[in-house]
């Protein structure tokens, strides 16, 4: 059993820089790939990050290149994500998730989730 709680959204000014972290549990918490999903209103949700559980492979889709970055803290057991440049089309909320399958860009819907944080951007 993992458990992913979400922290660091808010209410930033566009041209802005955030941090979320997405703090986990569990015992085989650090193995699991995280992702970071945002959903934002009458959207679908889309990942816009993920890491591996081990050696730290990263996988960006090509919408978010260049803005975002994943890291993670296996000492903390906490993932990041840095999200620079902050546009208003980038007020979400976002989740991050868990799995133990080693394919970066592929996550259960039905797997572990956090409550999600809301980043709000204005112009």
């Known amino acids: 059993q993992v458990q992913l709680v979400e922290s660091g959204g808010g209410s930033v000014q566009a041209g802005e820089s955030l941090t979320l972290s997405c703090a986990a549990s569990?015992?085989?918490?650090?193995?699991?790939?995280i992702g970071w999903f945002r959903q934002a209103p009458g959207k679908e949700r889309e990942l816009v990050a993920a890491?591996?559980?081990?050696?730290?492979?990263?996988y960006y889709p090509e919408s978010a290149k260049g803005r975002f970055t994943i890291s993670r803290d296996y000492a903390k057991k906490t993932v990041y994500l840095h999200i620079s440049s902050l546009k208003p089309e980038d007020t979400a909320v976002y989740y991050c998730?868990?799995?133990?399958?080693?394919?970066?860009?592929?996550?259960?819907?039905?797997?572990?989730w956090g409550q999600g944080t809301q980043v709000t951007v204005s112009s």
């Open positions: 998730t868990g799995d133990p399958s080693p394919i970066l860009n592929e996550f259960p819907l039905k797997g572990y």
């Open positions: 569990g015992g085989t918490s650090n193995s699991y790939k």
């Open positions: 890491i591996s559980g081990m050696g730290g492979s990263t």
